[in-house]
Structure formats: structure tokens, C-alpha cells
């Protein structure tokens, strides 16, 4: 429906303005035949008075004559600014109703003429008023003929109080006067609705023509495309494309032969029968000729030919002409453009490649191709088929083809290969979708090139990224994406996870005495054993200095969590051996539970923090729950017993073998 809506408006816009233009022209009309009606008017006027003198008061008469003179004195002036004012919409109304009070005026002096005095009837006063106000009455219909308001507002005042008094004292010798007088009236509105109609339906005939003709003239010039209508050899019609081409003015090009623009005039008398033939049979006629411009310059053109009529071709023909000189040099360029990326293909380690519109190979070529276990002997197939590509997830396989779907270009899909014997290496395809004349899809092309040591670059830097460069566990970066995916987990699937914050006891003392060399190796054996005591679907995080972060998604219960950290403090009162020497440090351990504690990565890690520093407070070496708040020493569970086949150890700081 919007639609449809859509398309009528330019409809009932074109409409509205052609009833504009018609309004404008039917008052410009009324403008000058008012003019016709003046003189008409002075005449019946002074006519009237002269026949009348014997028979009226000459004191009333003169009176009536006067009046009659002033308005049409009023008529002048208002014809001459008719004609300014209809050319201005917004006063189209004004100027309306200016015509009908002057008709008004005019028919009113004419109506009163039977009651000035000296009218009896019979007499012949009364048949001088009737033929009189006959004749005015129509006269005043032709003239008033463009609008009925001013028709009406004339005939009602001037023929309203003779019918009156025909009615109330008819002449004795016709006493159906009022009768025939009112058919007379009746006719005289018919007449007007004749002339009126017609006129008016003439008006929007010709202004919708005009305006039709205008609205193909911006079309037909607006094209890029040169249109000529001929009749015989001689042009008839062109639009502006067609002067732009050959150079020179519109109106200079009507009547001349076709064939006068071409750089051989005699391929047109070479080509007619056959174009002649052509058309007669209903076809199109193409070809493509060199034309002369006026500047003496010479461009190739593409001339379609059809036929008005094909039964009749002097009717007339339609040209449609095309400059193909940017086409040519389009078409050079490219052709230039190909031969040098072909040569360029060459010198590089890349390969180009097509599809057809199934996906499949028609075309390989580049000196990488063999690298990329790639040959024309894969013409026919789809890379999907290929069974040594591999290295695409199930999501990057879909992800192209609904870039493809789409008609899509895609960039750097890569894959990857895995000779035998020799390490992995990848590759990088990107293509643009292809398209034939009519616009159906064609398939794709485009290059694909060994991107290889970019991927180890982009792992290794992946590595630096989000691991600590110590430890080799995930960073604070890597730590958030985790924790925040599992809390998206936890939260789908309805389940607990747990949030540990692990910070090593007097480590600072093993730096402080023995060096940061040493520091080092510890944290390392630390790392190794926060892994050692957890599943490979946690996560052990360090935040920096002695602090980590154990993330445990997917418990089953508390007590599960709390299985973990004691397992995990008494992991951490075991001596660690470093350098040569012997530490014993200990470790304190604040356990958060989701979502009973918090349902927010800050939340949780704020909320370990803080059973965390408990711990310490408490002596360290042992977990606490943010909850409960009670601490488990290293080595016992939250029930109180130490959970074989770990043994309770209680660490008194670094010492020596």
C-alpha cells in the first residue's frame, strides 16, 4: 500500500499543477475577452440610452448610463491586471472574485434598466428592454464562457427582474412570456456549460500535453544516450545528448540528413536496404560507425535503429546512439591493466584464482600455487571439497558462505596445509564477487598468497599478549575474558563457579635474601603446582608479583571448591627447591562462590580479595571462605580432617636443608 501510495503522488502533483496552470490560463482567457466585452458594453450602453430617451426620464437614464460607463471603466482596469495577476498562483482567488463582482456590478445595472420608469406594459419600451437585455445576456455568456462564477454572478442580477415582472404582468399579446423568457435563461446556462466544458477540457488537454512533452524533454536529455527521430534521411528530432556528441547547437540540427555526421557518408546508402530490412521485419537494427563531430573530431558510435511502424517506415525511425570512445579506452586500459598484473603475478609468490557460479575452480595461475598444494588439475572442484585444506572452524566455513550468499567480497579467509614430514604452513585467499552482462551472478575471483610466518608472528604475539611472560600462565587481560566467560556460562547453565585468590606467604623474604633470580625459579615451581592441583578446564592466572587467580567453572557444590583450595595450600606448604636451596613459604587463599557471593567479575575477584587478606590476618598458610569468613588451615578440609592422601604441613618460614 505505502508503495502504491508512493507512485500516485507524483501523479496527483502533476495533477494539481496542471488544474493550477488550467485555473491561471482560463482567467488570463477571461482577461481578454472581457476586453471584446467592454466595447460591446459601451455600445449597448450608448445604444440603450438612445432608444430608451424618448421613452424613460432623461435625469434617470443619464444616471444608469453613468453608472454603467464607471463599471466599465473598472472593467479595463481589471482586464489589465488580470493578465499580471494570473501569472501569480497565490492570487489566482483574489482575481476571481474580482471578476465576479464586477460581472455583478454590470448585470445588476443591466437588470435594473426595466425599473427606471417609463416601462408599461406592451409597450415599446417593454420590447426594446427584452430584445436589449436578450442580446447583453448572450453576449455576456460567450464572453463569460472561461468561469462560471462570473457567468452567474452576471445572468442572475440581469435577468432575474425582467423574468419577475414578465411573470406578474405578462403582455397581453404573449401571456407565456415569463415562460418563454425563463427557457431562454435555461438554454442561455446550458450554452454557458457547453462553452465552458469545452473550453476547459481543451485548456487541460493542451497544458497536460505540454507538460507530458516537458517532463519527456528532461528525460530524453537527460540520458547519456544520443536519441534521433528521422524521416527518410532527414533528422526530425534529437535530444541535447545527441548535439553534445556531434558538437554543435539543437536548433541547427533539425532537417539536415542523418549522414552528413558520419566520417563516410556513403556507409549510409552501403548499409540502408539492409537496415530497411531489418525493421520491416520488426527487428533492430544495430551497427557501429565513426561520426565527424563539428570540430573535425572523429568518435565511434553504437546506433540501434527501430521503426515507428515497421509496415510503414516512413513513419519514422528512432536512433539510439552510445559513445563507445570511453568504452574503447576502458576497454584498452584494462586490457593493459591485465597484461601488466599477469606480468607482475609472476614475480611474486601469490596465485590468482576464479570460480564459476557454483564454486568451482576454472582458473589457477601464479607460481605459489604448487606451495599451496593447488594445480589446474583441481579445475571442476569447490576448495570445500579439497581434502587437504584444513585449519577452518565449523564458524569460519559458515561465515564465508554467508558472505557469499550475500554476493559479498571476502578478504583473508585463511586455511591451512600440512605436508607431510614438513611443518604447517597457511594460506590467505581474498575474491570479489563477478557478475555477466544482464547482472546474474558469475561467481568470483581473486588472489591468494602463504601467509605463514604472519600467523606465527600473530601466535607469538597472541602469546605475549595475554601470558605472563614468566610463568607462562594467562595475564590479568586473559584472566577477564575467561572470568567473564564463564560467568555467561554459569549463568545459561544454571551452575556455581568458584573465584580463588592465591598470594604466597614471606615471599618476599625469599626476594629480599636470596634475589629475584631466585624469586623467579619459585614462582615458577608455584605456577607448576597451582596447575598440577587443578582441572585442565580451570584456569590459574597470575596477577603479578606472588598473586594469582584460580578460576573454577562448573563445581558442583561448595565443599568441591573447598576440596580444591586445601589441596591447594597444602601444595603450597611444600617445600620448594631453588637454586641449590630449600624454601618453605606457604600460601593464603580467599575463596568467592558464584553467584552467591557476586554476579560480577569485580564483584567476585573484590570479594576473594578480601577473604584473602582474612586468611593473612588469621596466620596465613590456609583458605577462607567471603561468607562463612572461617579459615581452614593448609592441609584440612571444611569438615576439619585432612583429606588423604595429603598430609597437614605447617610452614615456618624459608629455611635450608
Not at 405578462?170 to 415562460?179: D, K, R, V, Y
Request: aromatic share 6%.
Amino acid at each position: 500500500m505505502d508503495g502504491l501510495l508512493h507512485q500516485r503522488a507524483p501523479t496527483r502533483s502533476r495533477d494539481r499543477h496542471i488544474a493550477q496552470r488550467a485555473h491561471a490560463e482560463a482567467l488570463t482567457l477571461l482577461a481578454l475577452n472581457l476586453r471584446a466585452g467592454i466595447a460591446a458594453g459601451v455600445i449597448g450602453t450608448l445604444g440603450a440610452t438612445v432608444w430608451l430617451w424618448p421613452l424613460m426620464d432623461s435625469t434617470v437614464l443619464t444616471i444608469w448610463a453613468g453608472a454603467m460607463l464607471a463599471g466599465l471603466l473598472a472593467s479595463v482596469k481589471l482586464a489589465r491586471a488580470g493578465a499580471q495577476w494570473a501569472r501569480e498562483p497565490h492570487l489566482l482567488n483574489r482575481l476571481e472574485w474580482c471578476f465576479a463582482a464586477n460581472a455583478f456590478y454590470i448585470g445588476a445595472l443591466w437588470g435594473v434598466l426595466p425599473l427606471l420608469g417609463g416601462y408599461s406594459t406592451g409597450g415599446s419600451a417593454q420590447t426594446l428592454v427584452v430584445m436589449l437585455l436578450g442580446i447583453v445576456a448572450l453576449g455576456g455568456t460567450g464572453i463569460l464562457a472561461p468561469r462560471r462564477a462570473a457567468f452567474f454572478a452576471f445572468i442572475v442580477p440581469a435577468l432575474a427582474p425582467i423574468l419577475i415582472m414578465l411573470a406578474v404582468e405578462p403582455p397581453a399579446a404573449m401571456p407565456h412570456a415569463a415562460i418563454a423568457a425563463g427557457v431562454f435563461s435555461a438554454m442561455l446556462g446550458a450554452l454557458h456549460e457547453l462553452f465552458h466544458h469545452t473550453l476547459n477540457t481543451t485548456l487541460r488537454q493542451r497544458l497536460t500535453s505540454d507538460t507530458l512533452a516537458a517532463e519527456q524533454s528532461v528525460i530524453l536529455d537527460s540520458t547519456a544516450e544520443a536519441i534521433v527521430l528521422t524521416r527518410g534521411e532527414r533528422l526530425v528530432k534529437c535530444n541535447q545528448r545527441f548535439a553534445e556528441i556531434v558538437g554543435e547547437p539543437v536548433d541547427k540540427l533539425q532537417g539536415r540528413p542523418l549522414w552528413q555526421w558520419l566520417a563516410d557518408p556513403g556507409e549510409w546508402h552501403r548499409n540502408a536496404e539492409r537496415a530497411s530490412q531489418a525493421m520491416a521485419a520488426g527487428l533492430t537494427f544495430r551497427t557501429k560507425v565513426q561520426v565527424r563531430r563539428a570540430n573535425g573530431e572523429l568518435l565511434w558510435m553504437e546506433l540501434n535503429a527501430d521503426a515507428v511502424d515497421p509496415a510503414r517506415l516512413e513513419k519514422g525511425i528512432v536512433w539510439l546512439g552510445q559513445d563507445l570512445s570511453s568504452r574503447l579506452r576502458s576497454e584498452a586500459t584494462l586490457h593493459a591493466s591485465e597484461a601488466r598484473y599477469r606480468r607482475l603475478i609472476t614475480l611474486t609468490s601469490d596465485w590468482y584464482w576464479e570460480w564459476d557460479a557454483k564454486l568451482r575452480f576454472t582458473h589457477l595461475n601464479g607460481p605459489g600455487l604448487a606451495r599451496a598444494g593447488l594445480s589446474p588439475a583441481m579445475y571442476g572442484q569447490a576448495l570445500a571439497t579439497l581434502t587437504h585444506i584444513a585449519g577452518v572452524s565449523t564458524e569460519g566455513w559458515a561465515g564465508l558462505q554467508r558472505q557469499i550468499d550475500r554476493r559479498e567480497p571476502f578478504r583473508d579467509f585463511i586455511w591451512q596445509l600440512s605436508p607431510a614430514g614438513e611443518d604447517a604452513r597457511w594460506f590467505s585467499m581474498s575474491g570479489n564477487p563477478t557478475f555477466d552482462t544482464e547482472g546474474n551472478f558469475a561467481g568470483y575471483h581473486g588472489i591468494g598468497s602463504e601467509v605463514t610466518e604472519q600467523m606465527r608472528g600473530s601466535e607469538r604475539f597472541r602469546q605475549l599478549a595475554y601470558h605472563d611472560t614468566l610463568t607462562g600462565l594467562p595475564n590479568r587481560r586473559l584472566l577477564d575474558d575467561r572470568l567473564h566467560l564463564a560467568i555467561v556460562q554459569a549463568t545459561r547453565r544454571s551452575q556455581r563457579l568458584a573465584v580463588m585468590l592465591v598470594d604466597l606467604d614471606k615471599f618476599k623474604t625469599i626476594n629480599d635474601t636470596a634475589g629475584h633470580a631466585i624469586g623467579d625459579l619459585v614462582l615458577v615451581s608455584i605456577a607448576r603446582r597451582l596447575q598440577a592441583a587443578i582441572r585442565a578446564s580451570d584456569t590459574v592466572a597470575r596477577l603479578g608479583g606472588d598473586e594469582f587467580v584460580v578460576i573454577l567453572p562448573d563445581i558442583e557444590t561448595e565443599a568441591a571448591a573447598h576440596m580444591v583450595a586445601s589441596k591447594m595450600t597444602e601444595s603450597l606448604a611444600t617445600p620448594v627447591d631453588a637454586g641449590g636451596a630449600r624454601y618453605i613459604l606457604g600460601g593464603s587463599v580467599g575463596l568467592a562462590i558464584y553467584p552467591e557471593d557476586g554476579n560480577t567479575a569485580r564483584t567476585l575477584l573484590a570479594r576473594a580479595d578480601a577473604a584473602m587478606y582474612e586468611a593473612k590476618r588469621q596466620g596465613g598458610s590456609r583458605h577462607v571462605s567471603h561468607r562463612t569468613n572461617r579459615a581452614v588451615p593448609a592441609g584440612e578440609t571444611a569438615s576439619g580432617e585432612c583429606p588423604p592422601p595429603l598430609r597437614c604441613v605447617t610452614p615456618d618460614g624459608p629455611g635450608r636443608p
